[in-house]
Nanobody
């Protein structure tokens, strides 16, 4: 079992920045590929970014590429999402997730085994 807790969400003006954190506890953090997803009101949850278990590879949705950066700190068992140049369309509940299976970087929800409770990000125009 892995427990995931997100933090760092809030209200920010367009063009601003936020850094989300996802603290993991339970089984070995470095065993999992880790991802961020988001769900806007009235929309399905969508993939945002993923990082390999060892931090060596990252992949982003086109909508956030160049603005968001995913990273992880094994010593702190924590993953981060640095979000810059935020836009109103980035408004959503952001979820972190952990995937135990190896292979192609997981971008689909069904590949993930554990989920956090989510943190709200609101970007005002």
């Amino acid at each position: 079992q892995v427990q995931l807790v997100e933090s760092g969400g809030g209200l920010v003006q367009a063009g601003g920045s936020l850094r989300l954190s996802c603290a993991a506890s339970g089984r070995t953090f470095s065993s999992y590929d880790m991802g961020w997803f988001r769900q806007a009101p009235g929309k399905e949850r969508e993939f945002v970014a993923v990082i390999r278990w060892n931090g060596a590879i990252t992949y982003y949705a086109d909508s956030v590429k160049g603005r968001f950066t995913i990273s992880r700190d094994a010593a702190k068992s924590t993953m981060y999402l640095q979000m810059n140049s935020l836009k109103p369309e980035d408004t959503a509940v952001y979820y972190c997730a952990a995937a135990s299976t190896r292979g192609v970087l997981p971008t689909l929800e069904r590949r993930y085994d554990y989920w956090g409770q989510g943190t709200q990000v609101t970007v005002s125009s």
